[in-house]
C-alpha cells in the first residue's frame, strides 16, 4: 500500500509538471535597488532584462530613490534583502563612510578596468566602493521661440529679459545643492562660502525652483519658464517631443552628476551580485543606456549613433573634462548649512 502510494504521488508530479518546475524556482536571483521613471525603465530593458538572459540570474528590481534605498541599508545592515544598489552621488559616499558596501575587485569585476578614470570611485584606502553607469549635467535650457540668441553662460540667466521666466534646482534635487557650490565659485566664493552665491540668487527673479527634473520640465512645457538651469536629458527629451528647446553647456562648464552601481556589505549573494556589477558597466549596457536616456558612458570606446553624441550632457563637441564634477564629501560636510541658508536667504525671501 505504501509502494503503491509513492507511486501514484511520483505519476502526479511528472502529470502536473511539478518537477519541470523546480529548476525555474531554484533559478539563482539577486535584488536590486532601481530607480523609477524612465530611468528604471532603461536599467530594466538596458541591463536587468539583457542579463537575465544572458547570465541565467534573475534580478528582482526594487525601485525607489537614493536617500530611501539609504535607509533600508543602514536598517537592515547586519542582514540586507538589497544585493546591489543604484545610488546618487553624494549618497553614494555617505553609504561608503557608513561601511554599508562591500568593495568591488577588479578580480571578480573585471569591466572596472574598462571604466574611464572619472567613474571608478575610490576610498581613502584606494578600494573601489562605486562604478558609474553613465553621467548627466545640469546646464542651460531655454526657448528658442521666446530667446533668439542663446545663453553661454549661467550669468545670463540674470539678463533683464529673462525676470520672471527663470527656473533652477532647489537643494530638495540631486543637483540644488551643487548648483549653489559651483554659483558660489564662479562669484569667488566656495563651498565652504556659498554668501556670494545667495546674493547673487536674491536678485533672480525666478519663475519657481524644483525639487524634480519633471517638475523642471513641466515649466518649461507650461511656458512659465524660457529658461533655466535643467538636466541635459530632460531638455533633449522635449526637443525629441518637437518642443523648441535647446541645451547649452556653459562656458563655465555644466554642472555633472552620475548614477552609480554598488555592492551591498554582508550580502549572501555576493558572486551573482559581481557577476551582475561587471555586466551593467559592459560596452553593450553602456550603449543601450546613452542612446535611450542621453547619459555619457563611463565605459570607454562605446560607439555611440549620431543622434546619441548630440544629446550628450557635456554636448555635442564636449568631454566629460567640459563638466563641472562636484566634490561629493565636502557638499555632504556643508550641506545641511547650504540648505537652511536656501531656507532663510532664497526661497523666503
Known amino acids: 500500500m505504501i509502494t503503491s502510494t509513492r507511486s501514484v504521488f511520483a505519476a502526479t508530479v511528472l502529470l502536473t509538471g511539478v518537477g519541470s518546475a523546480l529548476p525555474a524556482a531554484a533559478q539563482e536571483s539577486i535584488t536590486v535597488a532601481t530607480y523609477g521613471g524612465e530611468w528604471g525603465a532603461a536599467m530594466q530593458a538596458c541591463i536587468i532584462d539583457p542579463f537575465t538572459r544572458d547570465r541565467g540570474i534573475r534580478v528582482v528590481p526594487e525601485p525607489g530613490v537614493s536617500g530611501v534605498t539609504l ?23 555617505i553609504a561608503a563612510a557608513d561601511k554599508l558596501l562591500e568593495p568591488i575587485d577588479s578580480a571578480k569585476v573585471p569591466a572596472v578596468t574598462g571604466l574611464i578614470p572619472e567613474g571608478v570611485y575610490k576610498d581613502e584606502s584606494g578600494a573601489v566602493f562605486a562604478v558609474s553607469t553613465g553621467f548627466y549635467s545640469v546646464g542651460l535650457a ?4 521666446d530667446i533668439k540668441e542663446a545663453p553661454t553662460s549661467w550669468l545670463d540667466l540674470w539678463k533683464s529679459e529673462f525676470a520672471g521666466a527663470v527656473t533652477f534646482p532647489s537643494p530638495a534635487n540631486a543637483m540644488g545643492v551643487p548648483f549653489i557650490v559651483h554659483l558660489a565659485g564662479l562669484l569667488g566664493g566656495s563651498v565652504e562660502n ?13 519663475t519657481a525652483y524644483f525639487d524634480s527634473a519633471g517638475a523642471g520640465t513641466n515649466l518649461f512645457q507650461s511656458g512659465e519658464v524660457i529658461v533655466g538651469a535643467h538636466y541635459a536629458n530632460s531638455a533633449y527629451a522635449m526637443r525629441d517631443q518637437k518642443l523648441p528647446i535647446e541645451f547649452v553647456v556653459p562656458k563655465e562648464g555644466a554642472i555633472g552628476g552620475d548614477i552609480r552601481l554598488h555592492l551591498v556589505a554582508n ?11 561587471n555586466y551593467a558597466i559592459g560596452k553593450d549596457p553602456a550603449k543601450c543606456m546613452a542612446e535611450r536616456i542621453y547619459v555619457g558612458p563611463a565605459t570607454s570606446d562605446v560607439e555611440l549613433s549620431d543622434n546619441a553624441k548630440q544629446r550628450m550632457p557635456w554636448g555635442p563637441e564636449g568631454s566629460i573634462k567640459s563638466l563641472a564634477l562636484p566634490d561629493w564629501n565636502k557638499i555632504n560636510a556643508n550641506r545641511a548649512a547650504i540648505i ?10
Open 194 to 206: 556659498v554668501t556670494p552665491a545667495f546674493d547673487k540668487l536674491k536678485q533672480l527673479k525666478v
Open 267 to 277: 550580502s549572501k549573494k555576493r558572486d551573482a551580485a559581481e557577476k551582475f556589477v
Open 340 to 349: 537652511e541658508a536656501f531656507n532663510r536667504n532664497v526661497a523666503l525671501k
Open 142 to 145: 531655454y526657448s528658442t521661440r
Open 71 to 93: 535607509s533600508k541599508l543602514r536598517q537592515q545592515k547586519d542582514s540586507p534583502t538589497l544585493d546591489v544598489v543604484w545610488l546618487d552621488g553624494g549618497v553614494s559616499e
